[in-house]
């Protein structure tokens, strides 16, 4: 992310997730809870949770 744009704020997430027509009451709770607040955080620590989520569901 550009230097001053960053807002601690998941506004780029949530305008992805509504974009494409999926659940945010779903995602949004869970990317928290994998210790994705905002959308830096959301980057930084989300991977590993969500290929662990993805392999255990295929």
């Given at each position: ?12 997430a949530t305008e992805f997730i509504q ?40």
């Amino acid at each position: 992310m550009k230097s001053g744009r960053f807002n601690h704020s998941n506004k780029l997430a949530t305008e992805f997730i509504q974009s494409h027509e999926l659940d945010s009451d779903v995602i949004l709770p869970w990317l928290a809870e994998q210790g994705g607040y905002c959308d830096c955080e959301i980057l930084a620590n989300v991977e590993e949770s969500w290929e662990d989520d993805i392999s255990d569901a295929t």
